[in-house]
């Protein structure tokens, strides 16, 4: 009964490789984002989509691809990996676009990159 | 731009001692205001938020915070600290209208003594 769940959990991949993190949520929202945590436990947006459509796309390297197939999945692929992408990457999902709603969280996805 | 300031990086109690996580916001519009936890190497769990109404408001775990304009604070408190309180906490705030985005503070580690 997972309400954000992301895979994998973990991944460790080579510089330049290209990798994609999935994030499905079952709690009937419209709308997802992407977040950054650093090595310093920093939080950063990274995309919101609302109903498949993007609306926030903050000021992120081209090699960052979001793709919501539906209003229950975002992704995030990530082409041409580099050291500075180590980090968790975190899926949160909030029942619409509304300011005053809360976000939930998933349990993030470590990334390494060799 | 908004920004959040969480004063203190890490904060370190005595079992039983009052718990004072501070933080400051800096829009001149009162924001929506949000305290998150995230327990090592899990999600962020919404504790409480603040939105209008109430300025001092209530959440999980027996935590709770007040709202104060004139100071443009939301600093989270607990009479108690338990040492399942040990965790990194994040204030967030976000702002009405159309900016969507939720602008986290650096976090602060709560560390519990026994």
């Known amino acids: 009964d997972t309400a954000v769940s992301q895979t994998p959990k973990y991944l460790v991949t080579q510089m330049g490789n290209d990798k994609s993190i999935k994030c499905e949520q079952n709690?009937?929202?419209?709308?997802m984002y992407w977040y950054k945590q650093d090595s310093k436990k920093f939080l950063k947006i990274m995309f919101s989509?609302?109903?498949?459509?993007?609306?926030i796309n903050e000021t992120v390297p081209n090699r960052f691809s979001p793709k919501s197939p539906d209003k229950a999945h975002l992704n995030l692929h990530i082409n041409s990996l580099e050291l500075g992408d180590s980090a968790v990457y975190f899926c949160a999902s909030s029942q619409d676009r509304a300011p005053s709603n809360e976000q939930f969280f998933g349990p993030g996805t470590r990334l390494t990159v060799l | 731009a908004q920004s959040v300031t969480q004063l203190g990086s890490h904060v370190s109690v005595s079992e039983g001692a009052l718990v004072l996580l501070r933080c400051n916001y800096s829009s001149s519009v009162p924001p929506y205001l949000f305290w998150y936890v995230q327990y090592p190497n899990q999600g962020l769990q919404l504790l409480l938020k603040y939105t209008t109404g109430a300025t001092l408001v209530k959440g999980i775990n027996g935590f709770e915070a007040e709202f104060k304009k004139s100071e443009t604070s939301f600093h989270l408190t607990k009479p108690s600290a338990h040492m399942s309180d040990a965790a990194e906490y994040f204030c967030?705030?976000?702002?009405?209208?159309?900016?969507?985005?939720?602008?986290f503070g650096k976090g602060t580690l709560l560390t519990v003594n026994p």
């Open positions: 709690l009937g929202h419209d709308t």
């Open positions: 967030a705030a976000k702002s009405g209208g159309s900016n969507y985005k939720l602008t």
């Open positions: 989509y609302n109903n498949k459509e993007l609306i």
